[in-house]
């Protein structure tokens, strides 16, 4: 075996690894704050209320800096991914502050050809039909569908799901603990939350327990859900 192939197979294998945990955890938690310090203390209470995956936009200032400062403290304790990723140069530096995982509000061809060069896991953003098909034949591990709340929220994955039940989809835009489940009834194989988890009203108040809180309250739901498509 080649050492170009045992490379390949070992990236796919960690890529494979990357996914099935945020599959497990069923919820990426979208950390979009004012600085990197608040970012770092919000990540630190979805650990605490049982969430073992976070995603640090890029419009975080100091954003890398809270990259490096994550995974250097949880190391593979946590699944550490770069949100609004808007280009591939990003990503490499995303890449190497620490990040496992790649989310793109936007289809940027460019952008997954880079994250998978380096073995790494990427959600492009999409939307339509076409958009969704584009970023999978181009190298998607998952397609994020944003923002899907406008577009008719669980019923719009629902849609998708039946020309396209091969596609991986984790919807971003109108997740809550109301709609979380109905996401996963419908065909999401984890969904996405921001402000409705990490609230920047809490932030500014420095309720970092409440985070913690609805960190629980978000992983009760999806286990809920989850019960009960089994039992279906």
């Known amino acids: ?19 099935a945990q945020i599959t497990g955890i069923g919820i990426v938690p979208v950390v979009r ?48 991914g770069a949100g609004t990723v808007l280009d591939p140069e990003t990503a490499r530096i995303c890449m190497l502050a620490g990040a496992e995982f790649f989310v793109t509000p936007n289809l940027k061809l460019a952008t997954i050809e880079v994250v998978k060069r380096y073995g790494k896991v990427v959600c492009p953003g999409a939307l339509t039909p076409t958009e969704v098909l584009t970023a999978w034949e181009c190298g998607a591990d998952v397609v994020k569908i944003f923002p899907c709340g406008n577009v008719g929220g669980p019923k ?7 020309p396209f039940p091969q596609i991986e989809m984790i919807p971003t ?3 809550n603990l109301e709609t979380a489940g109905e996401f996963l009834k419908a065909g999401a194989c984890a969904v996405a939350v921001g402000g409705e988890l990490v ?3 809490l932030i500014r108040d420095g309720r970092y327990d409440l985070i913690e809180e609805k960190a629980r309250q978000y992983l009760a739901v999806i286990a809920k859900a989850r019960a009960e498509m089994q039992a279906a």
């Open 33 to 80: 704050t004012s600085s990197a310090e608040t970012a770092i203390l919000a990540i630190e209470a979805i650990y605490r209320g049982g969430v073992r995956a976070a995603e640090i936009t890029m419009t975080v200032p100091g954003a890398v800096r809270a990259l490096e400062k994550i995974a250097d403290q949880f190391g593979d304790k946590i699944v550490l």
């Open 199 to 201: 609230d920047a009203k």
């Open 156 to 162: 719009y994955i629902k849609a998708l799901k039946g």
């Open 1 to 19: 075996m080649s050492a170009g192939h045992t490379r390949d197979t070992l990236g796919a294998m960690k890529q494979r690894e990357i996914l």
């Open 173 to 175: 835009g109108g997740v």
